[in-house]
């Protein structure tokens, strides 16, 4: 039994690496064609973009996982049904709960990994996402600014720096005009300044230093002397397609969700509070997605002997397709129309989770509804085709 077990468990290792090999690949090129202008835009080398795409990996793994789990189970068992491997290990004597024991463990270091991608990793790869396009998009700034020439890259504004530091973003003898405003035109002069990144909100920030601001308004002038002058400009003003914007929940860690005091949260903006709780229910519901789908698996690739292996990979999609259609519409309604999250996500979860015990011991006891046999549907075709 020791044998067999480590044989089914190591399939099932086998093909989940592949599937999050080939499904990962898919995720990628979809999210790289709709990267594109970011990616032209901030002119990244091929390194700059494979750590781009590395840092935005575990937010797809944490959806990959559960389907790649449970594809991993599905097709190991569908292959011994169609092998008649099944068949004979239970002449054998060997009964399904004791070839149960390696899908089960399989689907518990399945959920581990997901529950470290989920509360670590996610948080780590935003962040370093985030810091790595500011630091890129800061240092095209700092080489578009070049010492002595007028700038006018951004609408509306006309930069000039007779001295620019591309290392640490430091300037002198800045002036900056702006007729963003209809009607006034801003004229800034500053003998110093700095260029910096804020990460919290996505902006480049222009901080300048003992001043002079002239506001010219319908032919007057007026004159505003001050310490310090921020300037905030959105990347999607710099560059095409690239806008980062404050930091999502679904970016935070654990810990940051957790910290959130969501009764105060409410009183001033209950969607962002809805927003928060759903992203807390969701870093638990997919690393448990994977147990549930991987037992749910058993049965029915069990039930389905003698189906190929095409036929089972659509199948297993199709189940798949629907238990997240079933969680995005739970949490949908519960971050849109304030519903329950415990109600409307957790419910398609324990109904999966139930079905899925609850077939497994109809299969073990060779007591499958028919309707749920490959056969039936054979059966019923064939019938189908009588009668027309």
């Given at each position: 039994?020791?044998?067999?077990?480590r044989?089914?468990?190591f399939?099932c290792?086998?093909?989940f690496?592949?599937?999050?090999?080939?499904?990962?690949?898919?995720?990628?090129?979809g999210?790289?064609l709709?990267?594109?202008?970011?990616?032209?835009g901030?002119?990244l080398?091929?390194?700059?973009t494979?750590?781009?795409?590395?840092?935005?990996?575990?937010?797809?793994?944490l959806?990959?996982?559960?389907?790649s789990a449970?594809l991993?189970?599905?097709?190991?068992f569908?292959?011994?049904?169609?092998?008649?491997?099944?068949?004979?290990?239970?002449?054998?004597?060997?009964?399904?709960?004791?070839?149960?024991k390696?899908?089960?463990?399989?689907?518990v270091l399945?959920t581990?990994?997901?529950?470290?991608?989920?509360f670590?990793?996610?948080a780590?790869?935003?962040?370093?996402?985030?810091?790595?396009?500011?630091d890129?998009a800061?240092?095209?700034?700092?080489?578009a600014l070049?010492?002595?020439?007028f700038?006018?890259d951004?609408?509306?504004?006309?930069?000039?720096?007779?001295?620019?530091d591309?290392r640490n973003?430091?300037?002198a003898d800045?002036?900056?005009?702006?007729?963003?405003?209809?009607?006034?035109?801003l004229?800034?002069?500053?003998?110093?300044?700095?260029?910096?990144?804020d990460?919290?909100k996505?902006?480049?920030v222009?901080?300048?230093?003992?001043?002079?601001?002239?506001?010219?308004?319908?032919?007057?002038?007026?004159?505003?002397l001050?310490?310090?002058?921020?300037?905030?400009?959105?990347?999607?003003?710099?560059f095409?397609?690239?806008?980062?914007g404050?930091i999502?929940?679904?970016?935070?860690?654990?810990?940051d969700?957790a910290?959130?005091d969501?009764?105060?949260?409410?009183?001033?903006?209950?969607?962002?509070a809805?927003?928060?709780?759903?992203?807390m229910?969701?870093?638990w519901?997919?690393?448990?997605?994977?147990l549930?789908?991987?037992?749910?698996?058993?049965?029915i690739?069990?039930?389905f002997?003698?189906?190929?292996r095409?036929s089972?990979?659509?199948?297993a999609?199709?189940?798949?397709?629907?238990?997240y259609?079933?969680?995005?519409l739970?949490?949908?309604l519960?971050?849109?129309?304030?519903m329950?999250?415990?109600?409307?996500?957790?419910?398609?979860?324990?109904?999966?989770?139930?079905?899925?015990l609850?077939?497994v011991?109809l299969s073990?006891?060779?007591?499958?509804?028919?309707?749920?046999n490959?056969?039936?549907f054979?059966?019923?075709?064939?019938?189908?085709k009588?009668?027309?």
């Amino acid at each position: 039994m020791c044998l067999l077990n480590r044989r089914i468990f190591f399939e099932c290792v086998k093909v989940f690496v592949i599937s999050v090999i080939v499904l990962m690949a898919f995720v990628l090129m979809g999210r790289a064609l709709q990267l594109k202008d970011t990616l032209m835009g901030l002119e990244l080398g091929f390194l700059d973009t494979l750590l781009v795409f590395l840092y935005l990996s575990p937010s797809f793994l944490l959806i990959m996982m559960p389907v790649s789990a449970m594809l991993a189970v599905f097709l190991t068992f569908l292959r011994m049904g169609s092998d008649k491997e099944l068949i004979a290990l239970k002449a054998g004597g060997i009964s399904l709960y004791q070839m149960f024991k390696a899908p089960l463990l399989f689907g518990v270091l399945c959920t581990a990994l997901c529950f470290w991608i989920s509360f670590s990793l996610i948080a780590g790869g935003a962040a370093n996402f985030r810091s790595h396009i500011l630091d890129i998009a800061q240092n095209r700034v700092n080489i578009a600014l070049q010492p002595g020439v007028f700038n006018q890259d951004i609408p509306n504004l006309v930069f000039f720096a007779k001295q620019v530091d591309v290392r640490n973003g430091s300037l002198a003898d800045v002036m900056v005009e702006d007729s963003g405003k209809e009607g006034v035109t801003l004229t800034i002069l500053a003998p110093r300044g700095n260029l910096t990144v804020d990460y919290l909100k996505g902006d480049i920030v222009m901080l300048l230093k003992d001043g002079t601001i002239y506001s010219e308004k319908e032919q007057q002038i007026t004159k505003l002397l001050f310490e310090e002058y921020v300037m905030r400009f959105s990347l999607s003003s710099l560059f095409k397609g690239l806008d980062l914007g404050a930091i999502q929940p679904k970016e935070m860690g654990w810990s940051d969700l957790a910290a959130f005091d969501l009764p105060k949260i409410s009183e001033s903006n209950v969607f962002l509070a809805k927003k928060i709780e759903v992203e807390m229910h969701k870093r638990w519901l997919f690393p448990l997605s994977c147990l549930v789908l991987t037992i749910f698996a058993v049965p029915i690739a069990s039930s389905f002997q003698g189906m190929h292996r095409q036929s089972g990979l659509v199948l297993a999609l199709i189940i798949f397709f629907t238990y997240y259609v079933l969680v995005s519409l739970g949490m949908n309604l519960a971050e849109y129309s304030g519903m329950n999250p415990y109600l409307t996500i957790w419910l398609p979860v324990l109904f999966f989770f139930a079905l899925s015990l609850y077939g497994v011991y109809l299969s073990a006891n060779e007591r499958f509804p028919s309707w749920l046999n490959f056969t039936f549907f054979y059966r019923l075709r064939k019938k189908l085709k009588k009668v027309q």
